[in-house]
T-cell receptor
Framework: RKEVEQDPGPFNVPEGATVAFNCTYS??????FFWYRQDCRKEPKLLMS???SGNEDGRFTAQLNRASQYISLLIRDSKLSDSATYLC??????????FGAGTRLFVKA | DAGVIQSPRHEVTEMGQEVTLRCKPI?????LFWYRQTMMRGLELLIY????????DSGMPEDRFSAKMPNASFSTLKIQPSEPRDSAVYFC?????????FGPGTRLTVL
């Protein structure tokens, strides 16, 4: 079993749709959680951190469920510019960081 | 403010040659990470440094790979000898806390 698992997609959604991604992790001792975004042939960039209480940034909402060991990302009112690969990231002790394989999103006009 | 700088951006070499990838982290960041990304394996952490000291190199695939960080503003990842299966995009990232900032990557092709 992979340490961090994501549905690779692709998710094809129309503009304005709401889309949700889930990510599961295997190490119950994991400490920090993030969503990164990667555009084609570009470097990953931090989208948002994920806190136990959940957090929201504009159209994006991230949630953490420690009991079930998964994190989620919800995107509301999808824009064409949201088309990218979304990477789930889990940090264990120290700075050891594990990236999921990513979920591809295509937003269509 | 300059971000993470990597060089070269592209490298094409022949099997058996030595390859050196370079990274300049963001000034003031005390952690540095080397990653490799391929279609098959995704983004893999190779090694990370904290205050110039290697903390965990368990992701380094084999002895052909080595990384150094002689000072806070420079790191290298060396592959000697290179093999076709090393072809990938190699990213360097730096951080001062939770957020990692990635460089643009070096696209390596080993023929």
């Amino acid at each position: 079993r992979k340490e961090v698992e994501q549905d690779p997609g692709p998710f094809n959604v129309p503009e304005g749709a709401t889309v949700a991604f889930n990510c599961t992790y295997s190490n119950s001792a994991s400490q920090s959680f993030f969503w990164y975004r990667q555009d084609c042939r570009k470097e990953p960039k931090l989208l948002m951190s994920v806190y136990s209480s959940g957090n929201e940034d504009g159209r994006f909402t991230a949630q953490l469920n420690r009991a079930s060991q998964y994190i989620s990302l919800l995107i509301r009112d999808s824009k064409l510019s949201d088309s990218a690969t979304y990477l789930c990231v889990v940090r264990t002790g120290g700075f050891k960081t594990i990236f999921g394989a990513g979920t591809r999103l295509f937003v269509k006009a | 403010d300059a971000g993470v700088i990597q060089s070269p951006r592209h490298e094409v070499t022949e099997m058996g040659q030595e390859v050196t990838l370079r990274c300049k982290p963001i000034s003031g960041h005390n952690s540095l990470f080397w990653y490799r990304q391929t279609m098959m394996r995704g983004l893999e952490l190779l090694i990370y440094f904290n205050n110039n000291v290697p903390i965990d190199d368990s992701g380094m695939p084999e002895d052909r790979f080595s990384a150094k960080m002689p000072n806070a503003s420079f790191s290298t990842l060396k592959i000697q000898p290179s093999e076709p299966r090393d072809s990938a995009v190699y990213f360097c990232a730096s951080a001062e806390s939770d957020t990692q900032y990635f460089g643009p990557g070096t696209r390596l092709t080993v023929l």
